[in-house]
């Protein structure tokens, strides 16, 4: 009896000290967040091992996502499919038609935005805008014939720059990541996860 009662014992002491001191060493690396300070000394272990690397593995989890997660290929696939663009089309032409059933004129609509005479300013910064862009594509075109601007630059366009779409918004959720904003939410993500 008194064998058995030992090992009982000492299995509930060997579980109450590995559970203290997972406990402590799970605490330690989230807390403390700051660094403690006992007049210029540094107390050791503060802050805890995860708010002291904080920006570090904020760079690491954005560069992971950057490149394993939002891939060139994976953007490139998701743009070319024909679900994704229909429903960008639908929502496009839904948004248009919203717009276009408002009930409020131009003038009413430049007197809520605080514009006196609104219509005829509006009127005169549209015609002089579009003369002035009138100008300066006849200018650039002016020894092109008409049936080479129009359709094969559109086409041509569309065709080299759909591609690259994919890089840039992965060149930009990286630069994001990276940036003191992108850590800021990152970090701030991380805070709450923890």
């Known amino acids: 009896m008194n064998v058995f009662l030992s090992i009982i014992l000492m299995a509930l002491i060997g579980g109450f000290i590995g559970a203290m001191t997972n406990f402590i060493a799970i605490r330690m690396l989230f807390r403390p967040y700051q660094a403690i300070y006992i007049g210029k000394w540094r107390l050791p272990f503060t802050p805890g091992l995860i708010p ?29 499919d024909e679900g994704l663009q229909t429903g960008i089309v639908q929502t496009a032409q839904e948004l248009f038609k919203e717009k276009m059933a408002l009930e409020t004129t131009p003038d009413e609509l430049a007197e809520l935005a605080g514009f006196e005479n609104g219509k005829e300013r509006l009127a005169d910064w549209v015609s002089e805008k579009a ?6 594509f006849l200018a650039e075109k002016e020894n092109e014939e008409l049936k080479s601007i129009v359709p094969e630059a559109l086409d041509a366009y569309l065709v080299k720059n759909v591609p690259d779409i994919s890089e840039m918004g ?21 805070q709450t996860f923890f």
């Open 131 to 136: 003369a002035s862009e009138a100008e300066r």
């Open 52 to 80: 002291k690397r904080r920006d570090e593995l904020a760079s690491k989890i954005g560069e992971v996502i950057t490149g394993h997660l939002l891939t060139g290929d994976m953007i490139q696939t998701k743009l070319k």
């Open 170 to 190: 992965i060149d930009r959720a990286s630069a994001y990541v990276k940036s003191e904003a992108g850590g800021n939410q990152i970090r701030v993500m991380l």
